[in-house]
């Protein structure tokens, strides 16, 4: 960045430094100017430094170098100089970071206040000429620091505006992760006679670590499924899209299907999963659950996932389902183990993923201590599940604790939970 000028009729300078001396109109030909700048160009010289006199107008004209360094700049201002001049004269010092010192009249001390307040040295026309010189020399002294720092700053912006223009195409592609994820989430939930069902589903970000699927088997069996991608993000995200095109629910004739067993169907998933893994293994836990409507019994599996919870209507005691099984993607060739419950018309069954064991921290945790685990999530399912009311209240209530935990803004984990409860009505139906 730098001054010059156009067409100068002087020679190759004499000194390091040039100090442009730029003269109003009104005093090109006063003799007091005149031995004004003599006398500072005397002062200069001892300094080491040189003049350059210039009109106010090619002071305003000059071309902006930027590879060159900046050259200080002397102005005397007449007490006739217009504010427009002064004004376009500020805004150019500013626009290239040029170090100035303006002499000012007394009739001009208005301007002196705007030239101040951008950061312009001024001093009055009866200024000492060693005072002058010595701004004038401090001004190019600390005129390479100022360049650096300009310079600094210029490439700090460009890289600003790049983070800036990467975090918002991250930003899309995350946007467009999510909505793909949906994709493979049911749009709706079945609608079965006697049966209630609700969702509770809260990414911790864009995209998931869990995935879910309800869906009806056949005119007798409905099928739960939860999984948990162990990590966060998109790699976990990528995780629930191998799981729910591995998950094989029935087989053989489309009129007459096969309905796979929860166990057999873990473990050809879990098959699935260690045939195609890399050098760095992803695992992830599951359960999954077919309900028989005639005879209104669950049948469940699961691979190193929470407990699922069966809260009975008759006595408010929850039974913890244990899921007799390791995390899929570890080991080939293992079996899963099953059960089989009954379930009674008001009972609530419910399958959930471990990001409940952190949604609910004490109350007064701060910090990390917001991530450790606690069991009140337990209480919480428990009191979704207890038949108070409607399911859909019950869960809307739990979604309002949710929404009032502490640290609920920055969710540690993926929370997912799945609600089946049976009308109290129901009955099974018998088998033909």
Known sequence: MGLRISGSKDTKPKYGVRVLVAVSEHLADDLRNQSRIK????????????????????????????????????????????DGTINLMTDRFAEFLSPALVLIPEEQYPASLLLRAQGIMCETLEVDPIH??????????????????????????????????????????????????????????PSIDGVDMGIVYRPASYVSGDIY???????????????????????????????TQGLHKTEGEVDKPRIVPPAEALRRLNNTMTEHSGEQARFATAVYAIHNKRTN??????????????????????????????????????EFGQETVKIHPGDVFIMYSDGFEVA????????????????????????????????????????????????????????????FALHKAAEPIEAM
């Open 213 to 243: 699927d309800i869906i009806e088997l056949d005119e007798d069996h409905t099928g739960f499924f939860l999984a948990d991608a162990v990590g966060h993000g998109v790699p976990a995200a990528l995780m629930t899209m191998v799981i």
């Open 297 to 334: 019994e669950i049948t469940i599996a699961g691979a190193g996932h929470p407990p699922s919870l069966l809260v009975r209507s008759a006595t408010g005691e929850v039974e913890h389902l244990e899921s007799d099984g390791p995390l899929l993607g570890v080991f080939p060739d293992v």
């Open 39 to 82: 006398r500072i160009e005397t002062q200069l010289a001892s300094r080491g430094m040189g003049i350059e006199l210039i009109s106010i107008e090619q002071l305003l004209n000059i071309e902006h170098k930027r590879s060159a360094v900046q050259t200080p700049a002397l102005v005397i201002l007449s007490e006739h100089e217009s």
């Open 132 to 189: 002058a010189a010595i701004i004038l020399w401090t001004l190019a002294q600390r005129q390479p620091a100022i360049q650096q720092l300009s310079t600094d700053l210029r490439i700090t912006e460009m890289s600003v505006n790049s983070v800036y223009t990467e975090i918002n195409k991250l930003h899309e592609e995350l946007a467009t992760a999510a909505s793909i994820q949906r994709e493979y989430l049911p749009r709706e939930l």
């Open 360 to 419: 609910f921290p004490n109350e007064n945790a701060i910090g990390d201590d917001r991530k450790r685990p606690t069991l009140t999530y337990l209480s919480e399912l428990a009191e979704a599940g207890s038949g108070d009311g409607s399911l859909a209240d019950a869960i809307g209530r739990l979604e309002s604790h949710l929404d009032s935990s502490n640290g609920s803004l920055h969710q540690p984990d993926d929370v997912t939970a799945l609600f």
